[in-house]
C-alpha cells in the first residue's frame, strides 16, 4: 500500500523553485555561451547553389500543371539529364560528409564546442544537485500513475511503498532538462531555444549530404505526370457560374 506523504513547504522554497530557476538560467547563460564561441563560417558556394537547384525543382513540380507539356518536358531534361542534369550527380563523385567534416578543422571544432557547451554544464549542475539535494522527494504529481514511471520519476530514492505520483529532486532535474524547451523558446526565440534531446541526435550525426537530397528530388522529378491544367480553366469558371446562378 502506497504512503501519502506531508511535503515540507521549506523543500518548495528551497529545493524545488531554486532547481528550476537555476536550470533556467544556466540554459540561458549556455546559450549565449555557445553563440560566443560560434565563429564565423563563410557558406560553402557549392552548397548554396545545390539548394538553389534542389528549391527550384521543387518549384517546377509543384506547378507542372500550368506550363505547356513541351515547357515542362524542356524544364525537366534541363535537371535530370543523365549527362549534365543539374540534379544528376556522377557516381564516384559524391562528396563523403565524415571526410569533409574532418578535412575542415573549423568545422571539427565547433562540433566540439558545441558538444563541450552542452556536457560541462550537465556535469557540473547533476554533480551539484546529486551533492546538495539528493534524497528530497520535491513534489507530487496531482494524477495516479502506474509503476511503469517509477524509475523515472523517483530516481535515487529506493523505497518500493512511496506513491508513484512523488517526484524526487533528481528525477526534477531531469524533467526540467528536457522539458523546457517551451520556456526557452519564449525567451530566446523558437529558433534560438536550446534543446538538449536534439542536441544529443546531432552529436551521433556526421553533417549533411547533399548528394542524396540531389538524387531523392530527380527521383521525383522523373515521376511527375503532366496534365496541363490551363486549357479546362473555361470549363470550370462556367460550372462554377452555372451554379451561382441556379
Do not use: C
Not at 524544364?75 to 560528409?97: D, I, M, T, W
Not at 530516481?155 to 522539458?179: K, M, P
Amino acid at each position: 500500500m502506497a504512503e501519502d506523504l506531508v511535503l515540507d513547504t521549506a523543500i518548495r522554497d528551497w529545493v524545488l523553485i531554486p532547481l528550476s530557476v537555476v536550470m533556467v538560467l544556466i540554459g540561458v547563460l549556455r546559450y549565449f555561451v555557445s553563440k560566443m564561441m560560434r565563429s564565423s563560417q563563410t557558406p560553402d558556394a557549392k552548397i548554396v547553389k545545390e539548394g538553389q537547384v534542389i528549391i527550384r525543382a521543387r518549384n517546377l513540380r509543384a506547378a507542372a500543371n500550368f506550363i505547356p507539356l513541351k515547357s515542362f518536358r524542356a524544364r525537366r531534361v534541363y535537371f535530370s539529364n543523365e549527362e549534365n542534369g543539374l540534379l544528376h550527380v556522377p557516381k564516384g563523385q559524391a562528396p563523403n560528409p565524415q571526410a569533409q567534416m574532418f578535412s575542415d578543422p573549423n568545422m571539427a571544432m565547433d562540433m566540439m564546442k558545441k558538444n563541450l557547451s552542452m556536457i560541462i554544464p550537465q556535469t557540473l549542475t547533476f554533480a551539484w544537485v546529486n551533492f546538495f539535494f539528493s534524497g528530497f522527494v520535491a513534489a507530487k504529481i496531482p494524477f495516479p500513475l502506474t509503476q511503469r514511471f517509477r524509475s523515472m520519476l523517483q530516481n535515487g530514492i529506493d523505497l518500493s511503498t512511496v506513491d508513484v505520483s512523488y517526484v524526487s529532486s533528481r528525477s526534477w532535474y531531469f524533467l526540467n532538462l528536457f522539458g523546457l524547451r517551451g520556456l526557452f523558446s519564449l525567451i530566446l526565440g523558437e529558433e534560438n531555444a536550446t534543446d538538449d534531446t536534439q542536441r544529443m541526435m546531432q552529436m551521433s550525426g556526421f553533417g549533411f549530404d547533399p548528394s542524396k537530397s540531389l538524387g531523392a528530388e530527380k527521383d521525383s522529378l522523373d515521376i511527375v505526370q503532366h496534365e496541363w491544367a490551363l486549357p479546362k480553366f473555361e470549363q470550370r469558371a462556367e460550372a462554377v457560374l452555372r451554379k451561382l446562378v441556379s
